[in-house]
């Protein structure tokens, strides 16, 4: 379980990687909080 959120989480990082990070601790925190609702 917690290896399926981290990739998860791994995958929105990428993600917010590529759109230019500006908001990047925002969106690592909403990954954060949402993969805690997961486990």
């Known amino acids: 379980m917690l ?3 981290h ?4 995958n929105n990082y990428k ?3 590529v759109k ?3 908001n990047l601790r ?3 925190l909403k990954s954060f909080k949402l993969s ?3 486990i």
């Open 3 to 5: 290896y399926i959120v």
């Open 36 to 38: 805690l609702k997961v």
């Open 15 to 17: 993600k917010v990687v």
């Open 7 to 10: 990739l998860i989480t791994l």
């Open 26 to 28: 925002l969106e690592l």
């Open 20 to 22: 230019g990070g500006s």
